[in-house]
């Protein structure tokens, strides 16, 4: 039987909506939910026995300083016992609060994105403490919003085209960072493996077994063929992390990931996203085209071979797919989506 998490949970007659959640080693999963009332999040454990437990607000055992950031802020993220995101009073500034000891290679990842990001517009590192990275708010809309707007659309299509030549200038000419990890094919087959292993966990059925076959069947397509030369890569991009100002032009934001990678796994993960929006109903068919013709122009100027996006972007449906099993709010999708890829 699918082990499910609820919508909600509920404190001191406020109902926090569940809005992801993470999958532990303990049987149980991690999650964040969100008020209503003023937009702030806390983290919480579920656990099939005892349900969704809220934790303290604006606490975290494994964040020891988090509380102390918290204070001056609006807590925007928080993921239970990996790290958080606190946005200033004033909007100016985020702060990003990780575990002790794990801020130094924050900080040199975001230092190291000359490469990857040097077309955009990119966070500004203000202030560094032991566990907590602070940076200026990059102005704009994301991608994400604009394209659920509809009285957005030329605003949309400038943003588009912003993006796509301010990501042909910065990785068209970047050869690999030596400072950057390398994460090839092989990598992203054992994240697909991983994720199929984290869901069959939550449900032990005769349908696991077919989870864990596509999930071959995907990896093997990542590292079968010739792979493209490996440069700077995002390795998260995604709508939500490209943002337009018609001021200040295209922006990008949240560099953690970044690798030496194929450019083929940055536009299929964009174009796996934008066909979750569609299905999300959060764009329209017309818009998601327009923007997948757009990812397609680009790696055709990069040269990069079509059938390596594809391979890409299968690991990244198929990883979309079980990511979402744990937000409740869409879980029902990704179960049809899952259901599709295994066919």
């Known amino acids: 039987m699918m082990l499910s998490l609820p919508p909600s949970a509920d404190d001191d007659g406020t109902t926090w909506q569940i809005e992801r959640a993470w999958p532990d080693r303990r049987s149980g999963a991690t999650f964040e939910a969100r008020a209503g009332h003023d937009g702030q999040v806390r983290g919480g454990r579920w656990t099939p026995s005892s349900g969704a437990v809220l934790g303290r607000f604006g606490h975290d055992d494994q964040l020891p300083d988090l509380a102390a950031t918290a204070r ?3 807590i925007v993220v928080h993921r239970p016992g990996r790290r958080a995101v606190v946005r ?4 100016s500034n985020y702060a990003k609060v990780f575990r002790p000891g794990r801020a130094v290679a924050a900080v040199a990842a975001m230092q190291n994105v000359e490469g ?10 203000v202030a560094v403490t032991r566990d907590v990275v602070t940076c200026t708010t990059v102005p704009g809309r994301s991608l994400h919003d604009l394209g659920a707007d509809p009285a957005a659309g030329l605003e949309w299509i400038r943003a588009w085209f912003a993006w796509r030549s301010a990501w042909v200038d910065s990785i068209g000419s970047a050869p690999a960072d030596p400072s950057l990890p390398v994460h090839d094919a092989f990598a992203e087959a054992a994240i697909v493996r991983s994720w199929a292993a984290k869901l069959t ?6 349908a696991s077994s077919r989870l864990v076959q596509v999930a ?6 990542l590292v079968a063929g010739t792979a493209d030369a490996v440069r700077p890569a995002h390795r998260d991009l995604h709508d939500k992390q490209i943002l337009w100002d018609s001021s200040h032009g295209s922006g990008l934001i949240d560099f953690d990931t970044a690798a030496n990678a194929e450019p083929a796994l940055d536009l299929g993960n964009l174009r796996a ?8 109903g959060l764009l329209s068919s017309a818009r998601r085209t327009h923007a997948a013709d757009l990812i397609d122009s680009v790696a055709d100027e990069l040269h990069v071979a079509p059938e390596r996006v594809n391979a890409y972007e299968a690991a990244a449906r198929f990883r979309l797919g079980c990511l979402y099993a744990f937000r409740p709010r869409w879980a029902a999708l990704a179960a049809v989506l899952r259901a599709e890829i295994c066919r």
């Open 72 to 74: 001056s802020g609006w």
């Open 88 to 91: 200033s009073a004033d909007g």
């Open 116 to 125: 990857l990001a040097s077309a955009f517009l990119r966070p500004r590192i």
């Open 201 to 206: 966990s939550f449900n032990p059925s005769a």
């Open 216 to 221: 071959d069947r995907v990896a093997a397509g």
């Open 273 to 280: 996203h934008l066909a979750l929006r569609e299905r999300q």
